[in-house]
């Protein structure tokens, strides 16, 4: 199952008119996308991010997650590949790469624009943004080459089989991916820029008992190569610069998480959280949320509940969108 993923600098997509728009493309925004075709609802999913899987893909795609229903265990990424898979099934309009700016409402319905210049028409929208707009941190330099070698996570590990591999930071995330890179890599160089790590101390210590060269303190210099990636060079504060050969630098130097234009949207906000009633409708009739970026009373911040929030959001706009049917939605085993 290959992860539906766009050009990180995104082109406009043809406009699109749909019965939901899902904004966000995490856990709870793929299940609601699944959930929204169940209902017969035609649907688009909406992310700034240029893959599905939200904070997972982004941040733990290789961890192992011990609270989804169904699954002893399961890795990030491999509950991102099924996810998408199920929702597949509704035949959504991804619209992957496209941040979602401008939010207008009416009467009956929504008109939502994209950084891009896309326009989404749809009877109802769907928050389900995690927390907030995810930007990486950017390298200093070399970002010219983003999607020609340089990339912010790693949604597959098999892709850099048998490649000179350079991870960038001393976070959770630089060294799971250096560890997981391991034994499929021909070479994985993490290079951060102080000695001490602020990744949990047992990972710290698979680091240094693991094959993976560790550069501290040092800094990227320079990236270069014709096409792509090719050369690295690193630099400590003594000006001292070792080049190295890499076809792939992961920069894993963490996220910005913020509301971004949300914040105009004209929600109702608890402490970054949008407000919302017991059938996940917000202060906006045709808008509603789920997942981590809802807030109600008695919030479980968790995957599992976020997958209960689509359900029963998607349940409310099919209502919305047509009076006539019901909120029950029967057993998926009658369909």
């Not at 959504?92 to 496209?98: A, K, N, S, V």
């Amino acid at each position: 199952m290959t992860t539906p993923t766009t050009d990180p600098a995104a082109t406009p997509h043809p406009d699109v008119d749909v019965d939901l728009l899902i904004i966000g493309a995490g856990p709870t925004g793929l299940y609601g996308a699944y959930y929204a075709g169940f209902r017969g609802l035609t649907v688009a999913i909406a992310d700034a991010l240029p893959q599905t899987g939200g904070q997972i893909s982004a941040l733990y795609p290789e961890k192992l997650i011990y609270d989804v229903a169904g699954f002893p265990a399961i890795r990030g990424q491999e509950l991102v590949d099924r996810l998408t898979e199920q929702a597949d099934q509704s035949n959504p309009t991804y619209l992957l790469g496209h941040s979602i700016t401008q939010l207008d409402t009416t009467s009956d319905g929504i008109t939502a624009t994209a950084h891009t210049g896309t326009r989404v028409t749809a009877g109802a929208a769907l928050i389900c943004g995690g927390i907030g707009n995810f930007t990486p941190r950017e390298l200093p330099t070399g970002t010219q080459y983003l999607g020609r070698g340089l990339q912010y996570f790693v949604p597959h590990l098999n892709a850099h089989r048998g490649q000179d591999v350079i991870v960038v930071g001393g976070g959770d995330s630089a060294l799971d991916w250096a560890l997981a890179l391991e034994p499929i890599a021909s070479t994985v160089t993490l290079v951060h820029r102080r000695n001490q790590f602020r990744a949990h101390q047992r990972t710290v210590q698979q680091l240094h008992a693991s094959s993976v060269k560790v550069l501290t303190p040092y800094e990227i210099h320079d990236i270069s190569g014709d096409e792509s990636v090719a050369e690295v060079t690193v630099t400590n504060a003594d000006g001292d610069l070792i080049t190295l050969p890499a076809q792939t630098v992961v920069a894993a130097l963490g996220f910005i998480a913020d509301l971004g234009p949300m914040e105009q949207w004209k929600l109702d906000l608890h402490r970054r959280r949008i407000l919302v009633d017991p059938t996940m409708r917000t202060n906006q009739g045709r808008v509603f949320a789920a997942g981590d970026i809802a807030h109600y009373n008695g919030k479980i911040t968790l995957i599992a509940t976020g997958f209960g929030e689509a359900a029963t959001a998607v349940n409310h706009i099919t209502t919305t969108l047509d009076p006539t049917r019901t909120t029950t939605p029967g057993h998926s085993t009658d369909t």
